[in-house]
Every structure is written in C-alpha cells, then in structure tokens.
C-alpha cells in the first residue's frame, strides 16, 4: 500500500489511501527478511494494559503514571518476549522512539532497553482535531524520509495508525515501512503479535 494523502471530515480526520493491493503481499517471514536488511520504520501498538476503572485513564497523561492505564503483568512479558524476538533474528535497530505516555515507554524500555519520547506519537484522541491532523503529517512525515541503515522503531497508539494505513493493530502488532525515496513511503505489511 502507498499512502497518498491525509485528509479531514467533519467529524475526525480520515486517512485517504490509493492503494494498489499487491497480491503477493508480504508474509511475516518476508518482513522479517526485509528488517534484517535494514532501512525500515517499524510502527507498533504498545503492550497490553490493566483493565478497570482502578487501573488508571487511558485518556489521561500523567508523568507520575499514577493516574495513567499501565501495563499489565501479560503485557510486560510479551514486550519482553518481543526484544528477545528481535534480538533472535539479528535485527539492526537504529533507534527506538515512543509515545511520552507510560504504557508505550514501558513498551519500549522493556521490550528494546533504550528509548526515546517523541510528543508526535502522543495519543491522538486527547488532542484537537487541527492537532490530530498536524501529528499525524508529521508521522507521515517521518516515515517518509528515514534513510537510516538500521531500523527505526517507533511505538504509539492504535489511533496514531489507523490514522495512516488501513490496519487496525493490536498489542504489540507493527507495520513495517520503507520510504520510497521520493517523500513517500511504502508499507510492506504487518507483523501480528498472535497475543
């Protein structure tokens, strides 16, 4: 699929994808394959959270993760599992990027050790629909123009991708991506966690 362009209804912004759908689309092993060459944005759902209304807001941002939905003792072993996955398949990581909320840098430390937080990864349903669009250019943004030799891996929300592909993720689901030189990207398919 190649994305074309992001445009907004009235409602909420909706992502418009002229998409040719290649028959042959990627399996996972072919991903796998194409992370082990390098020069990939990977995109991933961060790890499963607690439930119930004791186990903090997803909507609400709180450095002190107090009042913030954190991981769950499943989701803290599949992004463990995760690294050790990557770590297994001698994939070149460049570096890790994640949404400043604490599920996603839980995520990302458990699962890859070093992290950083990037604000256009925030969650995209606490933000203003202006705001909404703006991130998620700049996701497209981002994506479009990694020439690195390693891969990039940048770990959100499920919301922050629907916005640029037709996927809907679950935890720890990543889409793999390859800018295509010309300030696009191309996305060559997604990898299911099966958690």
């Given at each position: 699929m190649r994305l074309k362009k992001i445009v907004k209804s009235a409602s909420l912004m909706i992502p418009l994808l002229i998409c040719s759908l290649n028959q042959n689309a990627f399996s996972s092993e072919e991903l796998w394959e194409s992370l082990k060459e390098?020069?990939?944005?990977?995109?991933?759902?961060?790890?499963?959270?607690?439930?119930?209304k004791a186990n903090g807001?997803?909507?609400v941002r709180d450095?002190?993760?107090?009042?913030?939905?954190?991981?769950?003792?499943?989701g803290?072993?599949?992004?463990?599992?995760?690294?050790?996955?990557?770590?297994?398949?001698n994939i070149p990581i460049e570096k890790v990027i994640h949404?400043?909320?604490?599920?996603?840098?839980?995520?990302?430390?458990?699962?890859?050790k070093?992290?950083?937080?990037?604000?256009?990864?925030?969650?995209?349903?606490?933000?203003?629909?202006?705001?909404?669009?703006?991130?998620?250019?700049?996701l497209s943004e981002f994506i479009s123009s990694y020439?690195?030799?390693?891969?990039?891996?940048?770990?959100?929300?499920?919301?922050?991708?629907?916005?640029?592909?037709?996927?809907i993720p679950k935890h720890l689901d990543f889409l793999v991506f390859k800018s295509d030189g010309d300030g696009d990207f191309d996305e060559l398919g997604i990898v299911r966690s099966n958690k």
């Open positions: 390098g020069g990939n944005v990977v995109l991933m759902r961060h790890a499963q959270v607690k439930k119930g807001n997803s909507l450095p002190s993760c107090f009042n913030e939905r954190r991981l769950s003792y499943e803290r072993t599949n992004a463990e599992e995760l690294g050790k996955i990557f770590i297994e398949k949404s400043p909320f604490c599920r996603t840098t839980s995520t990302a430390t458990i699962a890859f070093t992290a950083e937080a990037a604000n256009f990864l925030s969650l995209l349903e606490i933000l203003s629909k202006e705001d909404q669009e703006f991130q998620s250019e700049k020439k690195g030799k390693g891969n990039i891996i940048l770990i959100t929300h499920e919301p922050n991708i629907r916005a640029i592909s037709f996927e």
